[in-house]
């Protein structure tokens, strides 16, 4: 075995080649009304840590616990780090850069998680993979699952995204719309997971998933020279993400490749608050969240006291913004990176806008600060309702081009 577990909230180690989710114990604890315990840590033996470190470059494949024989066949990343000269000027960021997985294949930074439990789906012998998600991990579950030949069942509020409900339609998952909410869908996705089988890939729930996430430090710190950048914002919902991003550079320190953990600052709609709560007031109830940023909209974080030890642990800081500035940020982003993010990645954007003067007072303007942009906006172009539209056609004569005010 290449790994063990550990739960993250009484530290008991757990050593199995079965498929695990939580800890027996601490999980039992939870009833829905206080972020969810028992959560496990993947935990890479030495022997696999100092392969890695004896590498010239390393690669997430270095660090899965279940590698894959073959990434071509769904390649993650890299993704693109932009240096958005635009943009730095307006923050004075010099040294500001947008991390892209919106090039992910299916469109999102959820593929990342996806692939390495697809790659768990394999090892163990299963065919089918189930899971809720606000429609991103849908449709990266299903792009992976149509790829590599899996059956995928996805659970999702009715209200998600028209085109991240079709994607996964098209890419042929068994999809089933919920009157509910993502929380309402997570819950049923487990019961459909113990009537009849198979892998739950949801968000934290499966630690596989945490392990795919944690990719993308394994490609920063690659692409920024091997060294980590000073601080990274994160869009954060379930809290997932910002814990992927955390675990990777935290292997990566004890492979002795990084010296640092890089500042993690959580991003969040104040409509859905509930991880910034934890880490400003270690307040872990839950709560109605309402924003428009649908991928980020939690009540109950699947992940959030690992997302708000890892944030607290690493020095950073929580920042939450209104549903208004995330969706001027979507338009900021196009206009002057030629970006479009879906309000939930711009969230990231807003939240450094609005924390620059803080970011610089902290560590300096000329701090490496990263943006991680996590999602397309062609997925949600209802967003833009009202506030951008077609202009309406012209004649065909060049009379009616003397009409053009530009
Ligand atoms: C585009 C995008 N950004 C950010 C997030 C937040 O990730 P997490 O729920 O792991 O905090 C999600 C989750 O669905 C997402 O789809």
């Keep these: 075995m290449r790994f063990h577990y550990v739960c993250s909230d009484c530290g008991r180690e757990f050593r199995t080649e079965d498929l695990m989710y939580q ?20 935990e890479l033996e030495d022997d696999v840590l100092k392969a890695a470190a004896a590498k ?22 890299v993704t693109p780090l932009m240096r958005p000269r635009r943009i730095q000027e307006r923050l004075d960021l010099p040294r500001l850069s947008f991390k892209l997985d919106s090039q992910l294949i299916s469109g999102s930074f959820k593929d990342r998680a996806s692939y390495e439990v697809a790659l768990q789906a394999k090892a163990l012998g299963e065919k089918r993979i189930v899971l809720a998600s606000t429609g991103n991990a ?19 509020p009715e209200t998600a995204p028209l085109n991240k409900l079709m994607q996964s339609v098209l890419y042929g998952a068994h999809v089933v719309p919920v009157k509910g909410s993502y ?9 459909y997971t113990k009537m009849h089988g198979g892998i739950n890939r949801n968000t934290a729930y499966n630690p596989m998933t945490i392990e ?33 991003v955390a675990k990777g550079f935290r292997d990566l320190m004890k492979a002795g490749l990084s010296e ?69 940020s979507q338009i900021t982003l196009t206009r002057l990176a030629g970006v479009l993010a879906e309000p939930a990645a711009a969230t990231a954007y807003a939240a450094l806008e609005k924390d620059r ?50």
């Design 56 to 77: 010239e470059h390393v690669t997430p494949n270095d660090f899965y616990p279940y590698p894959s024989d073959d990434p071509e066949a769904y390649p993650i990343g």
């Design 357 to 406: 003067e803080h970011l610089a007072s902290e560590l300096g303007r000329e701090a490496e600060a990263v943006v991680l942009l996590t999602g397309t906006g062609f997925k949600d172009m209802k967003a833009f309702d009202g506030r951008a539209s077609i202009p309406p056609a012209i004649e065909n004569s060049v009379e009616a081009l003397k009409m053009l005010s530009f």
């Design 260 to 328: 640092r953990m890089p500042r993690l600052v959580a991003c969040q709609s104040t409509a859905s608050d509930a991880i910034s709560r934890a880490i400003e007031h270690d307040d872990y109830r839950a709560i109605s969240a309402t924003t428009r940023a649908d991928s980020i909209s939690v009540d109950l974080p699947a992940n959030g006291r690992m997302a708000a030890a890892y944030v607290k642990d690493s020095g950073g800081w929580a920042v939450t913004v209104d549903d208004k500035d995330i969706l001027d």
């Design 212 to 244: 795919g996430k944690k990719s993308i430090s394994i490609e920063l710190f690659e692409q920024m020279g091997r060294k980590a950048p000073d601080v990274i914002y994160v869009p954060v919902g379930d809290g997932c993400i910002i814990a992927g």
């Design 138 to 156: 849908g449709a990266a579950a299903s792009a992976v699952g149509a790829a590599m030949g899996l059956d995928i069942i996805l659970f999702v």
């Design 23 to 42: 800890c027996p114990d601490c999980s039992r604890e939870n009833d829905g009304s206080h972020f969810p315990k028992g959560n496990l840590i993947v």
């Design 183 to 191: 929380d309402d869908a997570f819950a049923l996705s487990i019961e």
